[in-house]
């Protein structure tokens, strides 16, 4: 694991990219306590500041501190990330891991489903199954992993493929080991390190869905400070002050390339051949 | 005689993140003109580095000491340009794995032609018909056609001798030769030899011919150097060094090496012993039956693995089966572990066994298989706790589960300290390694181990400490082994029987002493006549 962490370090990118999400996830931890004010309390005074001495990045319609707006919201956008990314990334694995080993006239079924799941794009996906469920944040996180669900498959199914062929998956088949143990205790740990690579890769993408569901009103309903939900109610207003809508796009932004390198750097430190 | 190749002095080591790690050691040796230099040693002594050393192709890390020159000129001061030039014109290299060594998307003269062109300057049309040409040499009968195959089109033999053409054809000084009988079928890889023999008295090359197997290199070689963990522990004419070796790293080698003449087990069960297991005409065939190709009326199209093998071993027997790489020798034994569904019959111990809903708990107990690789039938993410501890959860009596010395005993009997049982499978050594499969093998204690390849992947001398180890438990437990291999020099020392697989068809089942001198199939014949007789070395 200290080996890990100093190969991800070794690389611009992962050390880049383990300082953002360090960041972010001290943000997540502590946001609430260091918001200089609370982020609902309404200050009909103070409408559409720019950033100042008081509030360091402006306030919003409702005179609300946008700070502490996004200090709070942190731990709702990202940790819902995070939960639908982890999430759509078991349910995936387990179905790659498992499709590949059964093989045949199995594995053609599992994974035209899958392929016909996959045809319609993520977000499509994610608005019907959150129309069908009904709107809140927690179907919104559903929703995501459910659309994850078919592109993680077929990463673990590839890996999984290779894994299947070799010779202890055989020796515990011989040796008369039940599906689920070879499955579990011999093929999934063996898959393990391509799926955190691309779990890393997919919680900027959960962000930003996330933001996008919340944007269309899907996801968190109003007054929560989820981020994509900010942007969604300061787009109206942008006219009136352009930091509104800057900075919780800023913060998705951040968190999206946060993610998205530590992924990359992850991709070398586990590959040992770089 | 001046030498064409002349290495002195020569050390390198690589820079790794814990320091240098040393590969050569004040390497000296030198080749003449018309000379074959043979260079033995196990796995990771040096003997690949200092190829690529010679070829001028190493890493960055890498760190040098000493001369390379080839006829007067230093190869370790060359330019780039220097390089460039006498790479392929001056030294040519052959390498181990003809499928891996040619580009698979360019047609096998493409790639021939293209070091003409590049290296003697010759037009297209000239150099396609010099190739032509070299290939017919190699003694490849329809040269103008193999030079418009692809490398996936030819054979592996078709293949090595396109590598060997090519570097022989820029009429080089010196050819390095990486082991390139090893990926070979027996049969093959004799008649490679042969062409070896004929260029080389043919061309006068100066050859350095690199190779694990010391019965070959006396074959081949007019001298021989022995290295060992980067140093060249002997050196000398090729009679002098097998009948009267010095250093005691050589003496252990060769006396590791399987002679046939050599018996490790006693005489075998009397035919009045019962028979464990009866192979009754089963057949193995690769591939899905596609339903459309019948109602269309297409052939099948199925690959055969096995056709109508039927055999037996009886009890505490050690029944050898030998053939060349897809002669369906691995598809039996995936067939009486139950990972191929299989046509025909198996009779266990007297209980038919019709297809995999029949192996049930006694017969996955009784019946256990040893993998050819134990890189990959180790699981690397379990600890060798946990590997061993999967029989005993099956398979073990309640108080051998209840025993937290059990894994400790298995590791024991095994020859391993029992304090192995906390490590990783990488933590180990390849023979480690194998020691343990064995021992996952036997936690069962099974009535057939069916053993597949087990050493091919192991050095010589960790071979010998292997077999040694199975016929010893062999002998405590009375374990009847399906002994699958390639080489037949190993499988007399051990089996009472041989079975001689040819193309999916058992085609000569013998019993051990009659193959010399006995009534043998012609292909049996010709597999004994191909191996290098060890008995050279000692000559």
């Known amino acids: ?274 | 005689m001046t030498p064409i190749l002349d290495i002195a002095g020569y050390g390198l080591d690589y820079a790794t993140p814990a320091g240098f790690t040393r590969a050569l050691d004040q390497v000296t040796l030198s080749v003449a003109r018309g000379e074959v230099l043979g260079l033995v040693g196990e796995s990771g002594s040096g003997k690949t580095s200092l190829a690529w050393a010679i070829m001028r192709h190493l890493p960055e890390s890498a760190r040098e000491a000493g001369r390379i020159s080839l006829v007067d000129k230093d190869l370790t001061s060359a330019s780039r340009a220097e390089i460039d030039a006498f790479r392929g014109r001056r030294i040519g290299m052959v390498f181990q794995d003809p499928s891996t060594s040619l580009n698979p998307t360019l047609p096998l003269g493409e790639q021939l032609a293209e070091v003409l062109e590049h290296h003697r300057g010759l037009t297209r049309r000239q150099a396609w018909a010099e190739g032509e040409a070299m290939l017919a040499r190699v003694g490849l009968k329809r040269p103008a056609q193999m030079m418009r195959r692809y490398p996936h089109e030819a054979s592996g033999g078709e293949k090595q001798r396109v590598v060997i053409a090519t570097a022989f054809a820029c009429q080089p000084e010196c050819i390095i030769f990486d082991e390139p009988t090893t990926a070979l079928d027996v049969i093959t890889a004799r008649q490679i030899l042969d062409l070896f023999g004929e260029l080389q008295a043919e061309t006068g090359v100066a050859s350095l011919y690199i190779s694990h197997d010391l019965a070959l290199v006396s074959r081949v070689a007019n001298r021989v150097a022995v290295i060992h963990r980067g140093r060249i522990v002997e050196q000398g004419r090729v009679q002098d060094v097998f009948a009267t070796p010095q250093d005691a790293y050589t003496r252990n080698l060769l006396a590791a090496v399987p002679r046939p003449d050599h018996r490790l087990v006693d005489v075998g069960p009397g035919t009045g012993t019962k028979t464990l297991v009866e192979v009754d005409k089963v057949s193995v065939r690769y591939g899905r039956k596609p339903f459309l190709s019948k109602l269309l009326g297409r052939e099948n199209t199925q690959f055969t693995g096995n056709r109508e093998v039927s055999l037996c071993v009886r009890e505490g027997e050690i029944l050898g089966i030998v053939g060349e790489s897809g002669s369906g020798k691995s598809t039996l034994a995936k067939a009486l572990t139950g990972l191929n569904p299989f046509e025909g019959e198996i009779r266990f111990a007297g209980r038919p066994i019709g297809g995999l809903k029949d192996m049930d708990r006694t017969y996955r107990r009784d019946v256990q298989i040893i993998f050819q690789h134990p890189d990959s039938s180790l699981n690397p993410r379990q600890r060798i706790r946990e590997i061993l501890s999967r029989p005993l959860a099956l398979y073990g009596t309640p108080e051998q589960r209840e025993d937290k010395n059990a894994i400790g005993a298995l590791l024991e009997q095994v020859r391993l300290p029992a304090a192995y049982a906390d490590r990783y499978p990488h933590q180990l050594s390849g023979g480690e390694k194998q020691r343990v499969a064995i021992a996952r093998a036997f936690a069962s204690r099974p009535k057939l181990v069916i053993c597949d390849e087990i050493t091919s992947a192991l050095d010589v001398s960790v071979q010998a400490s292997v077999i040694e180890l199975l016929v010893d438990l062999q002998k405590r437990f009375g374990t009847a082994y399906l002994f699958i291999t390639h080489d037949l020099n190993l499988v007399r020392q051990i089996a009472h029987r041989i079975a001689v697989m040819y193309r999916g068809d058992l085609v000569d089942l013998v019993d051990v002493a009659d193959l010399s001198g006995g009534a043998i199939h012609a292909y049996t014949r010709s597999l004994i006549d191909a191996v290098p007789a060890p008995a050279a070395i000692r000559a």
């Open chain 1, 1 to 274: 694991m200290i080996e890990l962490l100093h190969r991800v370090l070794r690389s611009p990118q992962g050390a880049l990219g383990l300082v953002l999400v360090g960041l972010i996830l001290l943000v997540v931890i502590v946001g609430p306590w260091i918001a200089p004010y609370d982020p609902e309390s309404l200050a009909p005074l103070q409408r559409y500041k720019p950033p100042s001495a008081q509030f360091w990045l402006g306030t919003d319609q409702y005179g609300r501190d946008i700070l502490s707006r996004l200090l709070h919201g942190a731990r709702a956008t990202v940790v819902l990330a995070v939960f639908a990314t982890a999430l759509g990334t078991l349910a995936g694995a387990l179905i790659g891991t498992i499709s590949a080993f059964r093989g045949g006239r199995s594995d053609e079924a599992i994974m035209r489903t899958v392929d016909a799941v996959m045809a319609i794009p993520s977000l499509l996906l994610a608005l019907l199954i959150v129309n069908l469920l009904g709107k809140s944040s927690l179907n919104a996180l559903l929703a995501i992993a459910i659309a994850f669900t078919p592109g993680m498959a077929r990463v673990t199914r590839s890996v999984a493929l290779a894994v299947r062929k070799q010779d202890y998956v055989n020796a515990a088949i011989a040796r008369g080991e039940s599906a689920g143990f070879i499955v579990w205790r011999e093929m999934l740990p063996n898959v393990v390190a391509p799926i955190i690579v691309e779990m890393t890769i997919r919680v900027a993408f959960a962000v930003m869905l996330f933001a996008t569901l919340s944007f269309l009103g899907l996801g968190a309903q109003p007054p929560a400070s989820e981020w994509g939900l900010m942007v969604a109610e300061a787009r109206r207003f942008m006219h009136l002050s352009p930091w509104m809508i800057l900075w919780p796009s800023l913060a998705v932004a951040f968190v999206a390339i946060g993610f998205n390198l530590l992924g990359d750097g992850l991709r070398d430190a586990l590959n040992p051949r770089t």
